[in-house]
């Protein structure tokens, strides 16, 4: 397991090898009142605020075991403490996958990933963690366990935890098994990959986007030094303000017409010189794509969120900030990441709370810090944002789920 | 909980689906009494007709809903309602435009139960019934069905017209002094228009012969659409057909039997029935949606001896949109560069079924363009002479459909009935928009003259 | 005592909404006391139709101030009796609340009001080249407000999505008269997934007053195939076969020999009525790789001895053949007085099995049951024929119902799909779920409505609900 120096502090780390002992420890930690930090792979513990108070960490990693695959069904129910990249593997056997990108798959869990609603470029064409969840099991912060869902990809009854518990950062539930709808792997893949002078002309190529005959899986804007001198992409040309990756998937046929339909619209809309990328080159790009928000752990890393139509605009403004920013953006669904390569916690703060927040508020939108050096001090609206209206119904959700209010204290928006 | 003070029983204990009927609240047997059980229970409740009805995307009450509305007759019925005032308002709101009926995945014969509900409801009205009072008995029956009687009487209305009193009147407020349906008759009058002389007995066909057809010219529309039975007929010259009108014919009886006066509309159905000689045409045509959705139902209103006769004539009866389009168009020639939306009326669309046929005729016009009219199914409020006894709702509905209109970009507004020509002209005309309201075949008749509508 | 502060809960109502939109006479509300669901009916004691956020908030306060149960009701298609106001109270009907307030194509989002028909937003997007995905099949009258209450599906949900899967937002009512967002208009909004958690909640969180919707972009082309079958398994195993093959459908419909005679003798479409089985199958997508996914769904069905393929060849012929089977409860009508439909779900592999279980179970008791199946999503939707003035019918078809469902959950599937839980199937929910499950979600229900005045008895088998003994089956239409 990665632990990195924002792990939280914890006497030790307990691995319950089944469902029952996890929510035996559990209970005894709500009686005992014990912190319970609750960690899969390790690999997202750096979003958000460190924790402060000292209690126990929960491995799921030994919940591992696959409860059911009935591949014809495309479901699979496995435990969450499972790692990303086996599951890949085992799905990849019979032609199936979970169209959903997490960095670090190889130590990633599914339980962590779910918590944590890590999604990347696919998104945009296949939806997020949350749309593949069918059903959940878990243990409450009163060590009780309990499921909500089921195993067929369509049920309305109960209320939607499977919902609710996606991204909800192991404040809530620790989550043991889950059940998800697959999908089936694509035959084909490729990048049609252009540089865009402007952030203007970029937004007036995203906007065309919109109305394209294609049917992209991803969009994705990048700018940024190190993007500028990519190996895989190539040079930069002169003066190039961002270069626009659209990622298409489909039957062989299907993504052959897509690259050529779209360096056609692009012909048309002044862009005379895209360039496409195929077969290994592509694969490597989706991982590189997938892997860039958790690249780096020195530095600060923030992700917004904002309208699809203000991303160039917001892009702009973070980069005025630092010229060196490093920028992804999965431009279709509005969401930026910006790395910014060294920040001590006095400069951080202004460019935070003053910088882009309001620039993500303005666009529609919010900034949370996403990434960030453990000694690297931050407030909780440093962190957050404004404080959200539907913080304090949160709250109370919370209390619900864990009265004692030992799951994950201080690491969520609406628990500190 | 609550309780509803004055609720007769617990409506929590409503009897069980089935139950037979039980005494009505009220002395006298139910409207519903009359009714087959069975129209009642084809209905399933399962919604899908609400927001089809016009009364229901206006006021959002499931009370004037098709599914509220039949709910509502059936509590009547089964005894567990009284007819109170409320439900009164209800039933009286429908347009009876039938859009229900299109929507209904159950096959639900909504008319076969709001109407004869009606006529019952009026017939045990305690109060004065709406057939017997000043505007029914003088406009409607009166003056309505007896086109040479309204010819006469529209003289006078005409020429104030003509000098512009009607508008100096509504200008100085002294049309509100009138009463507020007679008001309304006058506002609906088309603009001045000399109604050129009657139709002769026989139009020959133009060229080759391909079908000998009746022409129905009816009452309200022979006075106020007379250039557009000239249309007609000139159209079914040119696509090769006999017109005959028989000068006979009178009203067809759906004012009457929409307002519940069954038995003079028979009179009248029967009246027509020797008019037409149905044996020796291929069709008898109706331009006019209201009056042929009536003629197509003279085989089943009645049952009497004359059933079978009325039933044979009523398959005669033909739209004569439906009738051109499957006769085969002659194609017009004369360009009309005009962008131009239609307007399905009810007893068109929705009674008749006629749907596609007028729109692949206006299709075949050079340079015309049709455009899609947003919620063209949902009723205009005209509604026959719903305009003149539901002012306020009708009102509500003309000023929905002609914003409709304008939302489409196009001032040329095409539809194949009376009712809705005048309440959409009377709607345009007050709001100051200036829009071309016709029916397709005075636009059919401009293109095989190569002539162009006057804007 | 209480009914004695009635009127004076009337007048307040009316100084919120005006006079016009406020129903307290008895007679103007029997229609509401039932929605699409007519077994149990009860009254409100009044039914107010705001028009603004800010009138629902009044509203619930003087539910609170009053202390009387309160709920919303859309267009009350629920086939659950989603709408049914257990204990009376005040019905807050949000039909006048019907504005698309926003269409944005380049943010692919539109903003409507909870009482939005549903059809509405996919007219309102003509040609624009995009639109809303979910599309019940009650859509020309269900509003989007009930289609987030029960987190609607439709025939196109295989390959789709349901409701959660395109709301990104809503505004909500809280029961205490708060008035909040969740979510909005950009993804991944700091904190817990509400909109999540309010999809699907049939009205027992809060009343949603606002929805912000993705949009979907128009598909460029489309295949439309009907399969016909000598026998179920063949047809069932073909829907394997095909999904197996790692083609995602856009919709994959079945019916039965049953239902066929029905839909043949309704509407003379010409299928053979010795089929035993046909599967409606479309593909939708680019345009260029539709023939290839065409070829092998034909070469699929024959593998699996389907005794023809048809392939829709024009609009005209799609237009048909999809009529045929969003027509075919409208034919069912002509088979019995009465039926009733259910609303099962099982994984896609056991659809073989609990058709057999179906046929048996209406051998057993006697009932006839025709079926049509969401096949694509293993949701099924066996219909029981009957008569309802035969009391003995009547108790045979209750229990057939329930064995059904209950053959659904032995096979890990659930009693709903799409339809709800309603009051419907409340003591279902003991056997799809724990104590402890249930526990769980009752503590979420109080910490949104703490009072238990938000519609009351719906949805989990808590106190307060009453166990609903079933007295009669559903007459229903659509689904």
Aim: charge should be neutral; glycine fraction near 10%; aromatic fraction near 6%.
């Amino acid at each position: 397991m990665t632990v990195t120096a924002k792990t939280p502090p914890r006497s030790e780390t307990q691995s319950p090898a089944t469902a029952e002992e996890l929510a035996e420890i559990v209970a005894r930690a709500a009686a005992a009142e014990t912190a319970l930090y609750p960690v899969g792979g390790g690999t997202g513990l750096n979003f958000g605020l460190p924790a402060r108070r000292s209690g126990l960490s929960l491995s799921t990693t030994q919940l591992n075991r696959v409860v059911d695959y009935p591949a014809r069904d495309m479901t699979i129910t496995v435990e969450a403490g499972r790692s990303m990249q086996s599951l890949r593997e085992l799905l990849a056997t019979q032609g199936q996958r979970l169209p959903v990108d997490a960095p670090q798959a190889d130590t990633a869990t599914i339980g962590g990933v779910i918590a944590t609603a890590t999604s990347g470029p696919r998104r945009f064409g296949h939806g997020s963690i949350r749309d593949f969840v069918i059903g959940i099991s878990a243990v409450d912060g009163r060590g009780v366990a309990f499921k909500a869902g089921g195993r067929v990809v369509k049920n309305v009854a109960g209320y939607d935890f499977c919902k609710l518990l996606t991204g909800s950062r192991g404040a809530l539930a620790v989550i043991t098994q889950v059940t998800l709808k697959l999908r089936p792997v694509a035959e084909s893949t490729a990048w049609v990959v252009c540089d865009i002078a402007s952030y203007e002309k970029a937004e007036t190529v995203l906007a065309e986007l919109v109305r394209s005959a294609i049917v992209p899986t991803a969009i994705e804007l990048v700018a940024g030094p190190a993007w500028e001198r990519d190996n895989l992409l190539g040079p930069a040309s002169g003066c190039c303000a961002a270069r626009l990756l659209v990622g298409v998937e489909g039957a062989a046929v299907e993504v052959a017409w897509m690259t050529r339909q779209l360096q056609r619209e692009w012909r048309e809309q002044g862009i005379a010189d895209s360039q496409v990328i195929d077969a290994s080159g592509a694969a490597e790009l989706w991982s590189r794509l997938c892997e860039f928000p958790v690249e780096s752990a020195s530095g600060l890393t923030v992700k917004a969120t904002v309208r699809p139509s203000a991303v160039t605009r917001f892009v702009a403004a973070a980069r005025a900030i630092d010229e060196r920013a490093l920028i992804q953006s999965h431009a279709g669904n509005g969401i930026v990441y910006v790395r910014y390569p060294e920040f001590t916690a006095n400069e951080a703060l202004p460019v935070l709370v003053r910088g882009l927040q309001p620039a993500a508020v303005a666009a529609g939108g919010h900034a949370v810090v996403y990434q960030c050096p453990a000694d690297l001090e931050l407030t909780h609206q440093a962190v957050w944002g404004p404080a959200a209206p539907a913080s304090a119904i949160m709250a109370s959700v919370k209390k619900q789920f864990d009265p004692a209010g030992i799951l994950n204290p201080g690491l969520s928006l609406f628990a500190c | 909980m609550l309780t509803q003070p004055g609720a007769a029983d617990d409506p929590t204990v409503s009897p069980p689906e089935g139950t037979p009927r039980s005494q009505a609240h009220t002395a006298a047997p139910s409207p519903g009494t009359e009714i087959d059980y069975g129209l009642f229970l084809d209905c399933v409740h399962c919604g899908l007709c609400t927001s089809a009805c016009p009364t229901y995307l206006e006021l959002g009450n499931e009370n004037d809903s098709p599914r509220g509305r039949i709910y509502l007759m059936r509590a009547v019925t089964d005894g567990r309602l009284g007819l109170t005032q409320e439900v009164r308002r209800h039933l009286e709101l429908c347009l009876d435009c039938r859009a229900c009926e299109t929507a209904c995945p159950s096959g639900v014969q909504y008319g076969k139960l709001i109407e004869p509900f009606r006529v019952a409801m009026e017939e045990q009205s305690a109060g004065p019934r709406k057939s017997a009072d000043w505007f029914h008995r003088y406009i409607l029956f009166g003056l309505f069905t007896k086109p040479d009687l309204m010819r006469r009487m529209l003289i006078p209305a005409r020429i104030s017209q003509r000098l512009g009193l009607v508008k100096l009147a509504e200008a100085t407020g002294l049309l509100s002094l009138l009463p507020a349906r007679l008001r309304r008759l006058i506002e609906m009058l088309p603009p001045p228009e000399r109604p050129g002389p009657a139709l002769p007995t026989l139009l020959p066909a133009i060229g080759k012969r391909r079908a000998r057809v009746a022409l129905f010219t009816g009452c309200v529309a022979d006075v106020m659409f007379r250039p557009t039975h000239w249309a007609t007929a000139r159209v079914l010259q040119q696509n090769g057909c006999d017109v005959l009108v028989p000068q006979e014919q009178v009203c067809c009886g759906a004012i009457h039997f929409h307002a519940g006066s069954s038995e003079p509309a028979r009179e009248l159905a029967d009246t027509n029935l020797k008019a037409f000689d149905h044996r020796n045409v291929d069709a008898i045509l109706v331009n006019v949606a209201g009056c042929g959705a009536m003629l197509k139902d003279y085989g089943h209103h009645w049952h009497d001896p004359h059933q079978a006769e009325r039933a044979a004539f009523a398959d005669k009866v033909k739209d004569v949109s439906e009738f051109l389009d499957s006769l085969g168009l002659v194609a017009p020639e004369g360009e009309i560069p005009l962008t131009a939306t239609y307007h399905d009326a009810c007893h068109l669309g929705h009674a008749q079924k006629v749907r596609e046929a007028p729109r692949r005729l206006l299709a075949q016009i050079p340079g015309l363009k049709l455009v899609d009219l947003p919620e063209t199914e949902v009723c205009c409020g005209a509604a026959g002479t719903y305009n003149l006894t539901e002012p306020e709702m009708s009102a509500r509905l003309s000023r929905r459909k002609l914003d409709n209109i304008l939302k489409t970009g196009s001032r040329v507004v095409l539809t194949g009935n009376a009712g809705c020509l005048l309440q959409i002209m009377r709607e345009a005309r007050s709001r100051g928009e200036r829009l071309l309201v016709a029916h397709p075949m005075d636009l059919l008749d401009l293109s095989y003259q190569r002539k162009q509508p006057r804007l | 005592m209480i009914a004695t502060r009635l009127p004076a809960l009337v007048d307040r109502l009316r100084a919120v909404v005006g006079d016009d939109g406020v129903l307290s006479a008895h007679s103007d509300l029997v229609v509401y006391e039932c929605d699409g669901f007519v077994i149990e009916k009860n009254c409100p004691d009044v039914a107010v139709f705001p028009r603004t956020a800010a009138q629902v908030q009044a509203i619930v306060r003087l539910c609170n101030e009053f202390d009387v149960p309160f709920l919303p009701r859309g267009a009350g298609t629920s086939l659950a009796g989603g709408c049914l106001p257990v204990g009376g109270g005040v019905m807050i009907v949000l039909t006048r609340m019907k504005e698309i307030l926003e269409i944005n194509l380049r943010d692919r989002y539109a903003v409507v009001q909870p009482g939005v028909v549903n059809v509405w937003l996919t007219q309102a997007l003509k040609g624009t080249g995009y639109h809303y995905a979910p599309d019940p099949s009650s859509q020309g009258a269900c509003t989007i407000g009930g289609n987030v209450a029960t987190n609607s599906g439709g025939p196109h949900t295989l390959k789709y999505g349901v409701t959660v899967n395109h709301v990104l937002g809503v505004e909500a009512v809280l029961p205490d008269g708060t008035l909040v967002e969740f979510g909005g208009l950009s993804e991944d909004q700091p904190g817990l997934d509400l909109p999540g958690l309010i999809v699907g909640s049939e009205g027992t969180l809060a009343i949603v007053t606002k929805v912000w919707v993705r949009l979907t972009r128009d598909p460029q082309g489309w295949r439309t195939m009907l399969g016909i079958f000598e026998s179920v398994a063949d047809a069932t195993n073909a829907i394997s076969a095909i999904i197996g093959a790692g083609i995602v459908p856009a919709a994959l419909e079945m019916m039965d020999q049953g239902i066929l005679v029905a839909v043949e003798e309704a509407f003379r479409f010409g299928f053979p009525l010795d089929a035993q089985a046909i599967l409606l199958i479309e593909v939708d997508g680019l345009e260029a790789g539709l023939d290839q996914q065409r070829d092998r769904i034909i070469e699929l069905c024959r593998a699996n001895n389907a005794r023809d393929v048809r392939l829709a060849a024009s609009a005209a012929e799609r237009q048909l053949l999809w009529k045929c089977r969003k027509q075919a409860f409208g034919a069912v009508g002509r088979l019995s007085p009465s039926y009733c439909t259910q609303d099962g779900v099982v994984p896609r592999t056991k659809l073989p099995y609990i058709l057999e279980r179906i046929i048996d179970i209406g051998r057993r008791h006697e009932i006839r049951i025709v079926n049509v199946f969401h096949a694509g999503d293993g949701n099924i939707h066996p219909i029981l024929l009957f008569d309802e003035r035969d009391a003995d019918q009547v108790r045979r078809v209750l229990a057939a119902s329930g064995e059904i469902l209950d053959e659904c959950i032995a096979c890990g599937g659930s009693v709903t799909g799409e339809h709800g839980i309603g009051v419907e199937k409340i003591e279902f929910m003991h056997k799809l779920f724990s104590a402890a499950d249930l526990d769980v979600m009752a503590r979420v229900r109080h910490s949104f409505n703490p009072a238990g005045r938000l519609s009351p008895a719906k949805m989990l088998p808590t106190a307060g609900a009453c166990g609903l003994e079933q007295r009669h089956p559903g007459r229903r239409a659509a689904m």
